[in-house]
């Protein structure tokens, strides 16, 4: 990952941005009722492998401010609503996930599930800006 | 409206690239793990060029056709990964990582 973030910088002229931008896996998925606005009445959390590589990539971001390639101009989130018919729709969505966990955790019983159903997730990004080669360190 | 979007499995390119603020007009901008090309047919609209990059053959042929579909010529697709860039130093003045890392 640093490998990727150090070629980033490479054919970044000076000042130039960077983005990064991915799901973020520290906040569960809401699954909302009705509409994208509606009651939360469950949650779907991160497979535990995605976590990781998550972590990692955190991890691979912060070496790059630490060896002074990037500056971090800022942060952000956005969020993002996919909507599903009903719980069958939303469940096969789920089977084959590579990052989502495989079944919700519902708040309310079945019976006072309404359809449709939109499942409500975080974008994090942040926007870093190139350093001077001058302020290169070696890994 | 819903801020992230409805009806899409990623967040249209409008919405992302509205929330990372940045002005792209007249920069050269790389779309590294593009995929299917979605933020970069929506950077193509400000941008005075896109490379859009990723390993995966398909993809780049889906979104080839669907910037001719769309009538954008400032897309570049090619093939290659993040970790290796077959491209000149200093030739981009903005570079996106979306669901890349």
């Known amino acids: 990952m640093v490998d990727a973030l150090t070629e980033a910088h490479r054919i970044l002229v000076e000042r130039g941005v960077f983005v990064d931008a991915r799901p973020d896996s520290r906040v569960l998925a809401?699954?909302?009722?009705?509409?994208?606005r509606g009651r939360v009445i469950g949650t779907v959390g991160t497979q535990r492998p995605t976590k990781t590589d998550d972590v990692m990539s955190d991890r691979a971001v912060r070496e790059v401010l630490r060896r002074k390639l990037f500056r971090s101009r800022r942060r952000g989130r956005l969020w993002h609503a996919i909507p599903f018919e009903d719980e069958s729709e939303l469940n096969d969505y789920l089977r084959d996930h590579?990052?989502?966990?495989?079944?919700?955790?519902?708040?309310?019983?079945?019976?006072?599930?309404?359809?449709?159903?939109?499942?409500?997730?975080a974008v994090r990004f942040e926007i870093l800006?190139?350093?001077?080669?001058d302020g290169l360190t070696s890994a | 409206m819903?801020?992230?979007?409805?009806?899409?499995?990623?967040?249209?390119?409008?919405?992302?690239?509205?929330?990372?603020?940045?002005?792209?007009?007249?920069?050269r901008v790389a779309d590294i793990g593009t995929g299917e090309g979605r933020l970069a047919l929506g950077a193509a609209r400000d941008a005075a060029?896109?490379?859009?990059?990723?390993?995966d053959r398909g993809a780049l042929a889906r979104?080839?056709?669907?910037?001719?579909?769309?009538?954008?010529?400032?897309?570049?697709?090619?093939?290659?990964?993040?970790?290796?860039l077959r491209l000149p130093d200093a030739s981009f003045d903005v570079v996106i990582f979306s669901w890349t890392l």
């Not at chain 1, 590579?98 to 409500?120: D, G, I, Q, T």
């Not at chain 2, 060029?49 to 390993?55: G, K, M």
């Not at chain 2, 056709?65 to 010529?73: F, K, Y």
Request: a positive charge.
């Open chain 1, 129 to 133: 800006e190139k350093r001077s080669n």
């Open chain 2, 2 to 27: 819903f801020p992230g979007g409805l009806g899409y499995l990623r967040p249209p390119a409008e919405i992302e690239l509205g929330a990372y603020g940045l002005d792209l007009r007249g920069l």
């Open chain 1, 98 to 121: 590579l990052r989502f966990s495989r079944r919700v955790e519902w708040r309310v019983p079945r019976a006072r599930r309404r359809n449709p159903l939109f499942v409500e997730r």
């Open chain 2, 63 to 84: 979104g080839r056709a669907e910037a001719r579909r769309q009538g954008v010529s400032n897309v570049k697709f090619s093939e290659g990964a993040a970790q290796s």
């Open chain 1, 30 to 36: 809401r699954v909302r009722a009705r509409s994208a």
């Open chain 2, 49 to 55: 060029s896109v490379l859009a990059v990723d390993p």
